[in-house]
């Protein structure tokens, strides 16, 4: 599209958007960051389904993945550390036209935002929450995070961090309503591209946990997995994530897993023989706060002056 | 030590009367009564005490009620630390404050007065109406300290009538703990020429409230009946508080409720909250209507994300409220630190209790005042406003919101747990369709403006909002300059702080000076904020009876503060503020120079240079205005002998 104005068109013809109407300042994440694919996958998911920019809001907390929406063209809410989530929710809870995407970090989303996270999927309000995993703190260089693996060495634990990690998917799948869990990687963009677009099409509260590398703190964390694919399970069924057969064929080790079958997604989630990727649960039909939330918006002026009328003939003597 | 008066002589000749014989007995005329209702927790004193306190307003009396709560829910029985209770003061005119000593106390049994004694709530010559059932308990521990409490308190000079409560309430129910309530309301309307069909009216619209059937109302009419009866026939002292007609519709409601309606009458969509005392009413009363409004209640996770989820909302062009406490003002602060830096409107209100940490969660204090104005990290200015009325309760939401909007600020509106529980009469709002339009310019967004094209003069800007074209920016936590870019060169920090600031010298140069109430200049001026002005005032009043020249001002915007403030002070000889949070006493300490000061006081100090002096209390109660009268006096004096 190099060169093209698209200024040229008239209002009335609907504009389309191109790749390029998505792209906000430029990346500052290290090269090699797991980040910039996401990025990437993002921008053209909102191109596919030409989400227009001024409706379209990411929302994240703070961290590396938590710049996020400084690198959209959209409108973007870059608020505190670990609070993303109550702010989303807010943006959410009175604008049903607004398409609301969250980016968080594993210390973001999982240590200090636990709260609002375990919260946030009960409360299953339409957005796409991705939770990009590197295992490790990075803005503030390398700190143990709860996704760390046990043992593994960092600034505030240089002998070696002492307990198992949190398993992300396994705790969100413990959260009563939960209506959409998946995982993903960075380094496989069609998996990763289809997991975001199940994700926004999902009715609900989408929780996407992508493994995401960090070359600068965790060189190598996921690097026999890419060189081995049959380290990975590829969750696969019809309600699931959908990647064509060329992806497919990539992944020896696969599984046709149900995603309306939560006891067998919760033994996935432990899962000893291989990374699972794909969706873990999926309940459409899980309760939706923001159905709630969203009552009375479109309340007249005349009836919200009648309301108050009345509540003060209640207390008139 | 106790100052005479009209109601009080009426009281003591009405109770030393002969009690039996009934007819037709002449009504005492008094200008004003203060009435406690005190019993064990979960007797319903409480709505006794409304019911009784809106029948008089009803009447045409001016109306304050305290609400005397313990700590716990369910302390235990005929406890001293279990009083639970309501005080009604009604008068011939406004009223104010809670007052000083009670005229008469109904007590549900003796052990609670003992409380009452402790807080300094009765007078010698209080008439006590004690429940009798304690004389005939099975326990004979019971019985001796019922008969010791008499003796007690006939030694403390109370005037004490043991009446048949419980048992005349048995009567018509098998549960009298549940029904002596109302048999008391038949009682009180009986003693002070009150029209039972009123309270009966009120007793209705409770139950219906509740969705109560009607055997319920009916039998809750009969125990009114049956306590008016009982009374006209056994006690022959009748009062009348002579009411003047009310030239406007009036309404009578407690400080919450207030809220819970200005933010209604505001416009205001989204009420994000988590609960705590006594703070949480305020958006009960929300849950139960908002929605006729088209608004929500949101009760969020815990503090932090309430506040979190009013600032999205917010952000998304809605009109946006948290209501808390200190304890989750503490929580929320860095999430107010945020709509300071990122400029998001938002209204905040701190029904304020007795702090730090969990403090006294049921009880009054004016602790949050500088944590308000400084309490976050980096310079973080922001509108902090303080209802002194119900009034100001209603109206100033409406103004918190547009001042947020207007200034794309948090607006803090500081009320505390004497407002929130009390029950006063307030003319009925006219509202106004205004108040309620849209927060937003909705005409379209110049692409390529600014998101922060702050005006040099004033600092202020117009925000763009989700959904219009051309208008998208990142809303950052981070320094940045006008285009909300992070602020990578060092001047751009400075600039923006700057706007920021300039902003609130913009708002107050639109204020005008306070009103001085009393002498425009004289021997001493008294400066409170908030709920104590009535007190302040009544004290005011009767220390100029006696001559002295005295005036006071209630401060209604903290910050940025009223202007004139130091041209004001130069009148008087003394300054010195009243509050209730806590201050050192001169006396206290070895020198001046290490004395900490009530909060006011610390800020008017610092920015008038005036030498601000302060009187304050933490009683975890409202002050009587004859505590504040002895202060101010004793500072008079100190004044004339010049030995302070």
Known sequence: MYGLKTDWIDESIPRYYTFEDYEGATARWCSGCGDHGVLTAVQRLCRDEQLPPEKTVFVSGIGCASRFPHYVKAYGFHGLHGRALPVACGVRARRPDLHVFVATGDGDCCSIGTAHWIHAIRYNMKMVVMLLDNNVYGLTKNQTSPTSKKGSSSNTHPGGSLLDPINPIQASLGIANASFIAQTVDWNPAHLFATLAAAHRHPGFAFVRILQRCPHFKSGLFESMMNDPSQVLLMTHPDGIEVDAAVKKQFENQREHDPSDLAEARALADSQDGTPIGLFYRNDSADRYDAFTVEGIATSRDTKLRALETQLDRYQI | MFRSSSARTAADSAANAPIPDSGEVPALSVPEQIVEIVSDSGEGAQTAGQIFGTVCAKMGNGLWTVEIIPAEIEPPARSRAGASGIRIRFGTKPVASMGDQADLVVAFNEQVLY?????????????????????????????????????????????????????????????????????????????????????????????????????????????LDAGHAWAVEHIDARFEVPSETHSEPMVVMNGNAAIALGAMAAGIEVCSMYPITPATSASHYLAADFHHAGGIVHQAEDEIAAVGFAIGASFAGKTALTITSGPGMALKSEFLGLSVMAEVPLVVVDVQRGGPATGLPTKVEQGDLLSSVFGQPGDAPKVVMAPSSHEECFHFMVTARKLAESFRTPVFVLSDANLATAQACLPRPNVSEEWLSPPIDQSPWKEGAPAYGWDPETGISRRPIPGQPGGAFVLTGLAHDEYSHIAYESSINQRAMNMRSRKFAALQTALKPPEIYGEEEGDLLVVGWGSTRGAIEEAVDRIRRDGHRVGSVCLRFLSPLEPGLDEIFRRYRRVMTVEINYSDDVADLGRAGERRYSQLAWLLRATTLVDVDCWSRVPGQPLPPQMIEEALRSRLEGAESCTD
């Open chain 2, 115 to 223: 409380s009452r004694i402790d807080q300094g709530a009765l007078r010698p010559g209080t008439l006590l109406l004690i429940d009798d059932k304690w004389s005939a308990s099975d326990d004979p521990k019971t019985r001796e300290a019922y008969q010791k409490a008499l003796e007690d308190f006939h030694i403390a000079g109370y005037i004490v009538r043991e009446i048949p409560i419980h048992a005349e309430t048995h009567e018509l129910t098998d549960n009298p703990q549940r029904g002596k309530n109302m048999w008391v309301v038949g009682l009180l309307c009986a003693l002070y020429s009150r029209d039972l069909d009123l309270a009966k009216r009120e007793v209705q619209l409770l139950f219906q409230r509740k969705r109560k059937g009607e055997d319920v109302i009916a039998l809750n009419h009969k125990l």
